[in-house]
């Protein structure tokens, strides 16, 4: 077996580390940390993927494995974050239901960049369900700023986290309360 057999699988199976947290929402400096590999590396084997991906059905079926695999663990994540919402709410931890709230927005946004940058939007079906995904997140930021009305610290929390994960400003407001004059 010459070296060029054996580089293959190798470099195959590095091709399918990268691309699986590419596609699960990490940037190429996380991967790259986390597979002990340069940058520079990292954006070859994607771009490499991508064309080999475009002209072989291999890869394209096993694209589509991945990226159902990944929508799964979304799916997976967005549930649990819900139910311990739900527990919570239950039993008075507005914290603990804020940190599961902001969880299940965070998870359904980047479960629709991953579906967009895999292309599958392409899919009407799914398009809707990509809708109805971030119509799902702009209701949960609601609910937390809702819910968040009544606590200045989580309030000003909630609003840190919301703005980091949309990359957008979010006002707070804030409310002074008036003491009545008792001398007047």
Partial sequence: MSGSEV???????????????YFTGSNPNAIAKSLGM??????????????????????????REVVSTADNHFGMIITEAWEAAERSKEGFETRNQLNALSL???TEEKRVKMLKDAGVLDNLELAA??????????????????????CDQCREEVARRISKLTGQAVPITVVQEMKPDVYS
């Fill in 7 to 21: 580089a293959l699988p190798e470099h195959m199976d590095l091709m399918d580390k990268v691309m699986e947290q």
């Fill in 38 to 63: 340069k940058r520079a590396k990292v954006l070859d084997i994607i771009d490499e993927w991508k064309v080999f991906a475009v002209n072989n059905k291999a890869i394209s079926d096993r694209a």
């Fill in 104 to 106: 299940a927005a965070s």
């Fill in 129 to 150: 369900q990509i809708a109805e995904t971030e119509a799902n997140a702009e209701a949960l930021i609601n609910i937390l700023k809702d819910v968040t009305s009544k």
